[in-house]
Every structure is written in structure tokens, then in C-alpha cells.
């Protein structure tokens, strides 16, 4: 009779149980052995952190060979799968792998501390939302709408409004008109009764979304803040500030024309300082585009304010090396001295 030794190596079925295992666990599942579930919670709705996607980067293709009929030996190795697995499911929209767990682990996918509707809704996985829903899990909050609004998925936003009595806040509108999803921000006003704040025409203004502070003028009255055109200026939205000043009646300040100029933003210095009794600039904004570089602006600002200080721009742009303001701005400051 040959060694014990001989025998297990010559084999087939018990040198593949062998080489299987590396530290006594199947070389599989070694990738999962250090993965953890993020410690904080509103990662899981919000843009998924480098852990998350790690979740699918390992899990995807282990699931694509394996299927769900190695997760039971998986969380024997390590338990802390079970809900990296769940939230991946969520997440990723693996139904498979979630129908499996609430199959077989229905204690832990119930009484999960995430509200899996919401991660759901965030990630714009509807037939997950559409399971989580027929089977009555109860994670979900005003968050679900919240968050797919934010994101534009107006599939999801329906699908919460008819389903589901938990609606949204405010902040639905708001971030949906932030985004500039224009067609989430028309199904909320006309089926939805939370409305928004003055956040949303802000929002949407200060990121460049004229059609939607278009549609907020012309359906909404919470109007926007004081800040709005400041703001629309300061990213050099140019049609934006237009449609502000001509068609709404909040005031704006100085700042306006001094955020333009720091980002050198030359149509829209000119447009506001066309406009009578405009609310003008400060010194600041001859400082700001000399900083930065913007040589365009400081002529303009040179040749048409009164505001600014020409010592003081030249020092700037000599500290932050902006040799082309330096060389203009002495030559204006000499033919000043001339005259």
C-alpha cells in the first residue's frame, strides 16, 4: 500500500481540495478577506466611495463565475461578507445575489441599518427598488425620492410617487433644479405637493441651468435669494445673469462683477457694467483678475472703472508671476503719472 502522501498527490479530487485552499481558505474568497463595509452610512447614497466600488470590482466577476452557490461557504470564511454582499446587490443591482440573501438571511436583509429603498433610489436600480418594494422591506425614507430626484432619475421618482407614501422634502425640487434635470423638477411641481425653496432657482443659476430657472420663474413663486446673480456671474453664466436682471427683481452687489473678474469672465464684467445704476465692483475685482492672470479683464477694468488700485494689482501679479499684467499695469501706471 502506497504513503498516505503518495496517494492524496496522485489523486485528482483531493489535489484539487488541496490547492484550493491557501491559509485555510479557498483561494476564491482570499480577495475578501480584508474588505470592509464603509463606516459611514451616507456613502451608501450619495457617490459611492472607493470601498463601495472595490465591492464591485471583486464581487462582480466572482459572482459571474460562482452565482450565488458558494455565498453560504463564503460567509462560513468570512461573515462580514453578508452585508458587503446585500449592499452590492443594492447597489449594483445584483437581483440574483438579493434574492438569494433574503431567501436565506431574511432576519438580516429586514432589519438592515442602511434604508435599502434609498440606496436603491439614489443608484437607479428600479428593479432592485421594485423587489425591496413587493416584499415589503421597510427601509425607506424621504431620502429615496430625495436623492433620486438629485440624481435625475425621474423613473425612480415616479415609481416612489405611485407606490410609495414616504414622498420627499424640499430639497427633492431643490437638488433636482441644482442638476439641472429639468423634467424631474416639471414631474415634482405638477404631481407632487412638497414644492422647493428658494435653493433651486439659486442653485440652478449659479450652475448655468437656464431652462430651469426659466421654468421656476414662470411656475413657482418661492423666487430666489439675493444671491442668485451673483452667483450666475461668479461661473460666468452670461444668458442666466441676463435673464435675471431683466426678468426677476432681486437686488445684487458688488460681488457679482468681483467673482467674474476673479474668474475672468469678460462678457459678463462687460454686461454688468453696462447696466445703469449697476451695483459696480470693488477694488477687489481689478486685484482678483490680476492674481489670476486675466489680462482681457484688467484692460477692461483699467479703461472703464474708477475702482482698483494699480500699486497694489501690480504687486500681486508680480508675486503670482503674471508677467503680462505686470508689463500692461506699469505702462498704464506710467501713462497715468503723465497726465
Not at 450619495?46 to 471583486?58: A, N, Q
Not at 461557504?73 to 443594492?90: E, G, T
Not at 425640487?173 to 434635470?181: C, K, L, T, Y
Not at 452667483?231 to 467674474?260: C, I, P, Y
Request: charged share 20%; glycine share 6%; hydrophobic share 40%.
Amino acid at each position: 500500500m502506497p504513503p498516505t502522501f503518495d496517494a492524496v498527490l496522485t489523486t485528482p479530487d483531493l489535489v484539487r481540495c488541496v490547492t484550493a485552499f491557501q491559509h485555510g481558505e479557498f483561494h476564491d474568497m482570499q480577495p475578501f478577506r480584508h474588505l470592509k463595509k464603509p463606516s459611514h452610512p451616507s456613502s451608501f447614497v450619495t457617490k459611492p466611495s472607493r470601498s463601495i466600488e472595490m465591492y464591485h470590482v471583486l464581487l462582480s466577476p466572482w459572482l459571474h463565475e460562482y452565482g450565488t452557490k458558494r455565498l453560504a461557504l463564503l460567509f462560513q470564511y468570512h461573515p462580514h461578507m453578508q452585508d458587503i454582499v446585500v449592499l452590492h446587490a443594492v447597489i449594483f443591482g445584483h437581483l440574483p445575489s438579493l434574492e438569494y440573501m433574503t431567501k436565506h438571511y431574511a432576519e438580516l436583509v429586514w432589519t438592515f441599518p442602511e434604508p435599502l429603498l434609498d440606496v436603491a433610489a439614489s443608484h437607479n436600480q428600479l428593479h432592485i427598488l421594485q423587489f425591496l418594494h413587493d416584499t415589503d422591506h421597510p427601509g425607506c425614507t424621504v431620502g429615496a425620492m430625495n436623492w433620486a430626484a438629485n440624481r435625475g432619475h425621474l423613473g425612480i421618482v415616479t415609481f416612489l410617487h405611485a407606490h410609495r407614501s414616504e414622498g420627499g422634502t424640499t430639497k427633492a425640487m431643490d437638488m433636482a433644479a441644482m442638476n439641472g434635470h429639468l423634467d424631474v423638477v416639471k414631474f415634482l411641481h405638477c404631481h407632487r405637493k412638497e414644492g422647493c425653496s428658494t435653493d433651486a432657482m439659486t442653485e440652478a443659476a449659479w450652475n448655468g441651468h437656464l431652462s430651469v430657472v426659466k421654468y421656476l420663474h414662470a411656475h413657482r413663486t418661492e423666487g430666489c435669494s439675493r444671491w442668485t446673480m451673483d452667483r450666475a456671474a461668479w461661473n460666468g453664466h452670461l444668458e442666466v445673469v441676463k435673464f435675471l436682471h431683466t426678468e426677476r427683481r432681486e437686488a445684487w452687489t458688488s460681488q457679482a462683477m468681483d467673482m467674474a473678474a476673479w474668474n475672468g469672465h469678460l462678457k459678463v464684467i462687460q454686461y454688468l457694467h453696462a447696466i445703469p445704476a449697476s451695483a459696480g465692483c470693488t477694488p477687489n475685482a481689478l486685484h482678483f483678475a490680476a492674481m489670476n492672470g486675466h489680462l482681457e479683464v484688467v484692460k477692461f477694468i483699467t479703461d472703464t472703472r474708477i475702482e482698483g488700485d494699480l500699486h497694489m494689482a501690480i504687486a500681486t501679479a508680480t508675486q503670482m508671476g503674471q508677467s503680462d499684467i505686470v508689463k500692461y499695469l506699469e505702462s498704464k501706471q506710467r501713462r497715468r503719472f503723465k497726465v
